[in-house]
């Protein structure tokens, strides 16, 4: 109940923080039109983030370590995020700057016209590819390679039970963290984008085809994947990974096949529909039509004719949709019926790691090691999610 | 919909391995795995099972699970019903979806229209970089970075949901508070972006510029000449989003341990219980249809030019 008192006394004080501010502009710069025609909401909302500000400086300076020798853990993580997001900030900035110096006209250009966001999204991807491609170098440690010790704390601080040696720590059965997360970056990441790109060339190809051929195929294909996305995406993948799970038994075939063959069939579904709409538009234009009087094949038609004209929603598409094929390998590991054990993999990871997360009271190190790897996937997403969404920005023109 | 069942039980049969020989174990004699496929009727063709299963289903009667006719072959008292067995579950779900949406819906609809409202300001680019964040992120770093903050670190909410039949509500609300932010932040966030996507949209056009030049408020003109022309694409990514509550709860439920139907579902699917298995999938299949159908209704009815065809 104090609570609700607590934040009932805080609204009302902003509120009428809102109006003292509101009234004090008019006064101070003689009515200047800013602040006389300044709605209440606004004034709110000024006052609103000068609270929050301050608060937030109040809390960062608050003390690490509680009298009674615990450490205050909120602070901690709360020094953290700030930290990590200035910095990523500061990143991003200076790659952009960097974009805008060097390179040829052309890049010069794209960086100027670049939001931060994005150039941080191109950053972030840049990192990964890089991990993703030489993890096997960065990675100090095998990915399976079992350790001498289990369950050193983050930090590499002996004293909090930590380990120079294994700088996150190593997990239950004593494999470094730090390593399996780097190769948590080829697997999850790896595997993700060949599916994504089997569920493209899948779903694009079947999806021109449909456009260009119509009828009986046409019809035969789309009522076909109509019947296929009526079953909720994640369900219908579970489902047939388990099925798969012993079929992989039977016939020693890694289920990581199965699994990328799935998710591609599942997710070439919503490719086939974006592909078939922009197929039908380009079918209707004049140089298809030329095309086909000339006498080329349907490989021709296809390929050189649909393709390059659809080009640039696909590329968003394929964006998005390593997005969602991205998460849902890792929902599937993490429900654990994806990539299997000895392999690394962020959801596994995440499961294996989450009861750490009881100890972020005494211990925030320990906590943050699942998160590590459930953030690791939300920093990819996020990045891809920034790019795209520029992309989509400057192609529409959109500028409200 | 009567062609998702075919698919769901043709790739439910397709599991190898049968359930009679699971039952029996290593030491099972052939006389004794026929004798089990016998009293379950798995000795018929595949065509005849499926009618029989279909013909239940619209009678309600979900047939036997597999698991628990094992268990009352082995002294168990009684065997359960599919149908028992997911009921309890079902209703379970379906509370914590009505809960996040009670907090989800009005949540994303009043931050999309002041997001319209305030564009381009502060206020909305960091509704717009949070959003995105909470769009990509997977359900269980969300859920994770809840329990931290919420269960954790600020003992609120407790971080297991053991919801059990003859709780009180209030007790139940607390209990299935954690699994129902989670999905609020998962689901909210598109609805706020589809919400001010769809004002915006509408703001170059004529009849808001005539509502601007009558000197209404920027909030009038949103609430009252923009809002109900935008309904139609709201109530729709409302509806797909009811839709994904149903189904992404399967790993919010498994995070959190609530004793819903997603979770019975990851369950049977790893003890290959074809009749739970079965039905689960079909409800899911139906819950999904349903809510695309009512939201395409729900459009039409919002929408005067279309309730009254030319």
Redesign the interface.
Known sequence: MSGLMFFAIVLIGLLIGAYVFRLGGQAVTGNAPKFRDMSFGEAFGFVFGAALLVWALYYYFQPKVLDTGVPNAGVVFFRWAVQGFIIAAIAAFVFRFLGRMVGTEGTKKLFRSMPLTAAFGILVIIIYAVVAVFAGVIAPYGQAEILGAANVMAGGDPALGGNPDYPLGTDQIGRDILSRLIFGAQNTVGIAFITTCLAFFIGGSLGFLAATLQGWLDQLLSRGVDVLMAIPSLIFALLLMTIASVWANELGIPLTIFMVLIIAVIDSTRVYRLARAVGLNIVVMDYIEAAKLRGEGLGYLVFKEILPNAMAPLLAEFGLRFCFVFLTIAALSFLGVGIQPPLADWGTMVRDLAPFINFAAFAPTAAVTPLLAAGAIALLTVAVNFVVDWMLHKSSGLKE | ?F??SI??FV??N????DFAEAILGQGATPESVAKIRQDLGLDQPMVVRYFDWLVGMLTFDLGTSFAQLNFANFGGAGSVTVAEQIAPRLSNTMFLATVTACIAVPLAVTLGILAA???????DKAAN?FT??S???????MA??L???LA???PIFP?LSNIFEGMPFSERLEKSMLPALTLTLVVTAHMMRMTRAAI?NL??SPYIEMARLKGL???RVIVKHALPNALAPIINVIALNL??L???V??VE??FVYPGIGQL??DS??I?DIPV?QA??LI??AA??LLNLTADILSIVSNPRLRHPK
């Open positions: 919909m062609v998702v698919v769901i790739a439910v397709l599991l190898p391995g409202l305030y564009r381009n300001t502060a206020f970089m995105l964040s769009i990509s992120s997977p359900e269980f770093f994770y970075i329990i931290l903050f954790v670190l600020n971080s915006i703001l170059a408020s920027p909030m839709a994904y149903i189904t992404g399967v790993v498994v995070v579902f990851v699917v790893k290959r298995v689960c999938c899911f299949a999904y249809i």
